[in-house]
């Protein structure tokens, strides 16, 4: 086993080398405090400096969910084990890197002196805000590292621990101070590993002025998030949107913090309790049992109906973190100036409407949200659709069947791939590797991978709906 290490400005830590020596991952890396007892419901606050050596050789707990079943649909695809750890103390990033001393890869070196570093990637894993886990198989990042980028996987909290507010907390957040904001936790969470990663990644190699934020789901959800928020000035210079729905489903109208507020007073009223503080005494198991059995809103999406709990705990407009709407502040032009990628799978979110008209949401959703981009005056983004039958069980090019192929995993997955799957698989995390590097995924920054042939990918436009189609054909489509 090859170890290595790095000094944070936390203090020094351990990774090791994964089966390619070139990379070294360090796993359950502390970005801020554990938010239990009195930081329960509160910001996440700095993390303390460690003495001696940090071994990150182990995935940290994931945060607080409902179990999965293995048996499940989702289970059964991303190899779940109903059995692993869980944990209020989750807030840990993990990081892949090829640029470290030693390990032999003098292209990686090159770049780093004449860029000022690797591009850098932080995935946000999607659940609906209520389960998931940075420790998924299909998220290694050993192959994106391959390609020159620095990749990190943040964990965050979720369902009732990261997104319940209350008047109570909005009185200690007014204060404590007035820049903190008293909701919208888990994106907190992860604007919190993402100013760690800024401050952090140079000694991993990689370049804190390139840092590229990618989610899926919920996970791209909360990049729109991220990307709306105007605490985020100059924190990231591109994003990738995965299957977030756009401008449609949860994303279309958030809650008023009024709203949120009244429902977190309901959810005490139903644990029995009189106030956030007596509520922070109550144990994590019992807290997470009592948001599963809390009724579901009406808000809940036919979508997820099986889903393990309700979805009732979601981001907010809360005054601080978020301002407005996400479709008036893209209007506006007012959301961080970054480039972005947009896209979806064929298969996923189709509603039957009153009229019998079968209406893919996500797609939708999607179209909504890079038309508000535009008329608000920014880069237009390159739109995608994912459209791969995946083989093994005729599931079609469901939602999160791309993620296999954007970490180019396929070999982690128990499906019965072939040939072309592997070269669309290559041809993708180009596609998002070479974004990262330049803002433009035609753009080869020129480390690995130089026989990959992509063909041309052009920025959407609102008339033609012009989109790269990922199939067993790669091209452009318009009027899709």
Known sequence: ??????????????????????????????????????????????????????????????????????????????????????????????????????????????????????????????GAYQCGSAAE????????????????????????FGFFTHTDLQHESDGIDVAEPCANFGLLDQRAAIEWVKNNVAVFGGNPEAITIFGQSAGAASVLAQICSPMNENLFQRAIMQSGAGLGMFNRHLRSLNDAQRLGSRFLDFIGVRSVEEARTVPAAELLDAAERFPALNQNHELFEGWPMPINWVPCVDGRFLT?????TLAQGSQQPVDIIVGNTTGEFMETAADGTVIAAGEQGNLE????????????????????????????????????????????????????????????????????????????????????????????????????????????????
């Open 1 to 126: 086993m090859v170890l290595r290490r790095v000094c944070t400005r936390y203090g020094e830590i351990e990774g090791m080398a994964v089966e390619d020596p070139v990379i070294t991952v360090f796993r359950g890396v502390p970005f801020a405090k554990a938010p239990m007892n009195e930081l329960r419901w509160r910001a996440p606050q700095p993390v303390e400096p460690w003495d001696g050596v940090l071994h990150a050789h182990d995935f940290a707990p994931s945060a607080m969910q409902p179990r999965w079943d293995s048996d499940d649909f989702y289970g059964r695809e991303w190899q779940m084990d109903p059995d692993s750890p869980r944990n209020e103390d989750c807030l840990y990033v993990n990081v892949w890197t090829p640029a470290l001393h030693g390990s032999g890869a003098a292209q990686y070196d090159e770049r780093i002196a004449s860029q000022g570093g690797l591009p850098v990637m932080v995935w946000i894993h999607g």
């Open 137 to 160: 198989k299909e998220f290694d990042g050993s192959a994106l590292a391959r390609l020159g980028v620095v990749v990190v996987s943040v964990t965050y909290r979720l369902n009732v």
């Open 324 to 328: 407005d709407q996400y479709g008036v």
């Open 369 to 480: 949200l890079m038309q508000a981009w535009v008329q608000g005056g920014s880069n237009p983004p390159f739109y995608y659709r994912f459209d791969v039958a995946m083989p093994g069980d005729d599931a079609g090019a469901f939602h999160s069947s791309d993620l296999w192929f954007t970490f180019n995993n396929l070999g982690k997955c128990w499906r019965p791939f072939s040939g072309w799957h592997y070269e669309l698989a290559n041809m993708m995390s180009r596609y998002w590797s070479n974004f990262a590097a330049t803002g433009n995924p035609n753009e080869s920054f020129g480390i690995a991978d130089r026989d990959v042939l992509l063909p041309e990918w052009t920025r959407f436009e609102p008339a033609t709906q012009a989109a790269m189609l990922f199939g067993k054909s790669v091209s452009m489509q318009k009027n899709c």
